[in-house]
């Protein structure tokens, strides 16, 4: 009796396992990349929050009046933090200490400051610790939202919307 010592696989069979890898590949890819943007979203909204905490404590601490200036996507997309010279926001002059964007961040092409509610579209924090009320939209090319509001104590909520 003859033993087949045949070993290996056919052609077929590599094409067959070669082309599902590359379907769950591309389903792969599409989903990874969805979810990286996603991630950049929440990771500016984060920031802004951050400097927001940052900001209201900076002008308790110093008895001076700080801003966050936003630019939306069609003003530059990026926004400002910015220390007063006196601790009156109507009076003060203005110094920039940092600009930020999603791109300065670190982030990829896509994440836009969308709209804003606060007056003119400024965030002052007075030194007894209030800030301008109002939101801003974040949104990225996913069709993902992001709302930070703000209350007059500077409480600081995030609402999601992510698809």
Same mark, same amino acid.
């Given at each position: 009796?003859?033993?087949?010592?045949?070993?290996?696989?056919?052609?077929?069979?590599?094409?067959?396992?070669?082309?599902?890898?590359?379907?769950?590949?591309?389903?792969?890819?599409?989903?990874?990349?969805?979810?990286?943007?996603?991630?950049?979203?929440?990771?500016?909204?984060?920031?802004?929050?951050?400097?927001?905490?940052?900001?209201?404590?900076?002008?308790?601490?110093?008895?001076?009046?700080?801003?966050?200036?936003?630019?939306?996507?069609?003003?530059?997309?990026?926004?400002?933090?910015?220390?007063?010279?006196?601790?009156?926001?109507?009076?003060?002059?203005?110094?920039?200490?940092? %600009?930020?964007?999603?791109?300065? !961040?670190?982030?990829?092409? =896509?994440? #836009?400051? @969308?709209? *804003?509610?606060?007056?003119?579209?400024?965030?002052?924090?007075?030194?007894?610790?209030?800030? %301008?009320?109002?939101?801003?939209? !974040?949104?990225?090319?996913? =069709?993902? #939202?992001? @709302?930070? *509001?703000?209350?007059?104590?500077?409480?600081?909520?995030?609402?999601?919307?992510?698809?």
């Amino acid at each position: 009796m003859k033993v087949d010592t045949k070993q290996g696989f056919t052609l077929l069979e590599l094409l067959i396992v070669l082309a599902i890898i590359s379907i769950v590949g591309v389903i792969a890819s599409y989903n990874w990349n969805h979810y990286v943007r996603n991630a950049d979203l929440r990771t500016l909204t984060r920031e802004i929050t951050s400097d927001i905490a940052k900001l209201k404590q900076y002008a308790a601490r110093d008895e001076l009046c700080y801003r966050i200036s936003i630019y939306t996507a069609s003003n530059g997309n990026k926004y400002t933090l910015e220390r007063g010279n006196s601790g009156t926001c109507a009076s003060a002059a203005f110094t920039v200490l940092e %600009t930020k964007s999603p791109s300065t !961040l670190g982030l990829r092409d =896509g994440l #836009n400051i @969308t709209s *804003t509610t606060y007056g003119g579209d400024d965030i002052e924090f007075q030194t007894r610790g209030t800030i %301008t009320a109002g939101s801003v939209v !974040l949104s990225s090319s996913t =069709g993902s #939202n992001a @709302t930070i *509001t703000s209350n007059m104590t500077g409480k600081t909520y995030v609402t999601y919307n992510m698809r």
